[in-house]
């Protein structure tokens, strides 16, 4: 059967940082190794959106000729895919992160978010969003969610977040580790979160309520910017931690890269914020697939991510000592915790690598088309 020819639109992608900016990334990238893709992106910021959906429904246009099938990045772009579906019967797929569906909150002035609320809720939820023929959920909280707010089920497909398992794993010491620092890690142990510092991430909360019951000896790293970076700062400063919780700010992808293959254990302590949710958590498979064990919340999209036992560990959210208790067991046994994390990765190998989850989007898209 020939193979669908694909015009990928994307709210947001690189070099904007992110994780929907790195899933659209690499979708695009691993299904352009199996079938033409013609990509149409926002690569100025998420400020730029509402020139840049006016600009992607017009082009979409003028390419829908020469392709089978559209593809959106996000649920945010939806009303691009609605207006393609008034002048086109060729099916328009979205994959949702989760957010996409349940935004009920506006980093903008107060005076009206509840106007962008209602909007965004009554248009996209409502209208733009279900028109679309299937929506790809990066996890089953999002489906559920989606369905709360009244699309059907059948709407939705789950395919996970996927990693490319080499691009991550990289040769490094703990001595570049010291440089990374600043300090020395001598008879230190290092546990890591990084990505983009959301309150729902649950770092201040692990900062206040868990690091204050570990060894002295156990440094936690946290790598990355966001909104949430005062409210962690409190939490330091309060709790009198400021040689042992090191805040570096934004780093690169090779200094991400060399702190997961250098580090002792990856903990995602997210915690329920009402309005905000983790659709998937690609970070916590990307260090997976670094062989670091990774400690995560049993809570939303990470319980797709993560598989007890098999390439990490779930706790109860807002568990301290549940949390205290598997950090202390890794870190008490250096072979067991190594011989886990090689584990870890095979386990990313066999079920998230971009390989097997490109396939999987294309039997999707193939299925839509037949249908329609």
Known sequence: MEKPRILFISHTFPPTVGGVETQNFEVSFWLSKITPVKIIANKQGRAFLPFFAIYA????????????TVLLGS?????????IKLFSKKPVLCIVHGLDINYNSASLNVWYEKFLISIYQNLWTKVFIPKLDKLIAVGNETIRIGVEHGIAREKFIFIPNGVDTDKN????????????????????????????????????WFVRNVMPRLSENIIYVVAGDGKDKQNIQDAIKENNL???????????????????NTCDVFVQPNI???????????????????????????????????KDGQNGFLVESENADAYVAKINELLADDAMRKAFGEKA?????ENYQWKKISQDYIQVIQNTLNKN
Request: net charge positive.
């Open 57 to 68: 429904t017009i082009k979409a246009l003028v390419l829908l000729p020469q392709y089978d």
């Open 169 to 204: 794993l990289v040769e490094s010491s703990r001595g570049e580790l010291e440089k990374i620092l600043g300090q020395s890690v001598e008879n230190k142990k290092i546990i890591i979160t990084s990505g983009r510092l959301a309150k729902r991430k649950g770092v201040a």
């Open 75 to 83: 649920g945010v772009i939806s009303a691009v895919g609605w207006t």
């Open 345 to 349: 990765r095979q386990f990313v190998i």
């Open 242 to 260: 400021s040689e042992r919780v090191i805040m570096l700010g934004y780093v690169t992808d090779e200094v991400r890269n060399a702190l997961w």
């Open 272 to 306: 329920k914020v009402p309005g905000d949710m983790e659709g998937f958590g690609i970070s916590v498979i990307e260090a997976a697939s670094c062989k670091l064990p990774v400690i995560a919340a049993r809570l939303e999209g990470l319980q797709d991510a993560i």
